[in-house]
């Protein structure tokens, strides 16, 4: 897998995700992924979201 440079449009839209969720958003409406740092679709195939209790964001214990 290719080292990609950070993508300033996805680092941006990660913060507008995490300002948009600390304001009430549901997780499963974010476009990107905080766990991989990426689009969300880029990852959705990950058998960490293919779970149905998974979410984008992994829950506090
Ligand atoms: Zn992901």
Known sequence: MPDKP?????AAA????D?????GM???????CWTHEC???D???DPMHTRPSARHRPRRA
């Open 6 to 10: 950070t993508d300033s449009k996805l």
């Open 14 to 17: 990660i913060a507008r995700d």
């Open 19 to 23: 300002a948009r969720e600390a304001g």
């Open 26 to 32: 549901h997780s499963d409406d974010r476009v990107t």
């Open 39 to 41: 689009w969300a679709e």
């Open 43 to 45: 990852c959705a195939d």
